[in-house]
């Protein structure tokens, strides 16, 4: 079936550098992939949709400055968090359309921890 | 704008005995699809079931079971059979438009399952 592989799996950064977090579709074509923040024990938040070849749609109260996606390729996502702070710390999933009614796959996330 | 609702934070249950978890969901689009996510502590997605809004019969996949009462709007969970290993957190999802998974999904507050032996 359809695989999204996401990397990396943890990271842990200093305050103020910046992470890419790397989401690849290993047997498809990722038209559109979806990037969610969770904090522990809550919902999965849409943060952005992003559709190749062109800009991210971000939801509202998302900074895009701080937050960017890359969708250069039917194969590769990239989520960028720029000048990370603590409050930054979360984990992060990527999820691509894989067509039919319910196709959706989820990458493994990211946790990521601003020190 | 859609919304969906978990209203039970935490669940628990015996081993092998059922447990039905709630959703309910809110949306002026007629087309719809519903799904129940499960994430264990690994955090991974795993898709469990899905129900589409002009679907005729509730979903059934395996020992989930989709109970789904439209004029209710809401899409209950039901595990038969409890296992050790469905503790986890279970989501909610609604995504408009039945047809294509290019459409956003909305997720619920998620209810956390501790199966009990």
């Known amino acids: 079936g359809a695989v999204v592989s996401q990397h990396p799996s943890r990271v842990i950064c200093k305050s103020g550098t910046s992470v890419k977090i790397e989401c690849r579709s290993l047997?498809?074509?990722?038209?559109?992939m979806f990037w969610y923040r969770q904090f522990p024990k809550q919902s999965l938040m849409l943060m952005a949709t992003?559709?190749?070849?062109?800009?991210?749609?971000?939801e509202q109260g998302v900074e895009k400055d701080k937050f960017l996606i890359n969708h250069a390729s039917l194969t590769l996502s990239t989520l960028t968090v720029t000048s990370a702070h603590p409050e930054d710390s979360s984990f992060y999933i990527c999820?691509?359309?894989?067509?039919?009614?319910?196709?959706?796959?989820f990458g493994s996330g990211t946790r990521l921890t601003v020190v | 704008a859609q919304k969906i609702t978990q209203t039970q934070p935490g669940m628990f249950v015996q081993e092998k005995e059922a447990v039905t978890l709630d959703c309910t969901y809110d949306?002026?689009?007629?087309?719809?699809?519903l799904f129940w996510y499960k994430q264990p502590s690994s955090g991974e997605m795993i898709f469990l079931i899905y129900?589409?809004?002009?679907?005729?019969q509730n979903a059934t996949e395996g020992r989930y079971s989709l109970n789904f009462q439209k004029a209710r709007k809401s899409a209950n969970l039901v595990i038969s059979a409890s296992q050790l290993g469905d503790s986890a957190m279970y989501f909610c999802?609604?995504?408009?438009?039945?047809?294509?998974?290019?459409?956003?999904?909305?997720f619920g507050q998620g209810t956390i399952l501790t199966v009990h032996p």
């Open positions: 999820s691509a359309g894989t067509g039919g009614a319910y196709g959706y796959t």
């Open positions: 047997d498809f074509q990722a038209t559109t």
């Open positions: 992003s559709n190749e070849g062109s800009k991210a749609t971000y």
């Open positions: 949306t002026s689009d007629p087309s719809y699809g």
């Open positions: 129900q589409g809004s002009y679907d005729q």
């Open positions: 999802a609604m995504r408009e438009g039945v047809r294509t998974s290019y459409g956003k999904l909305t």
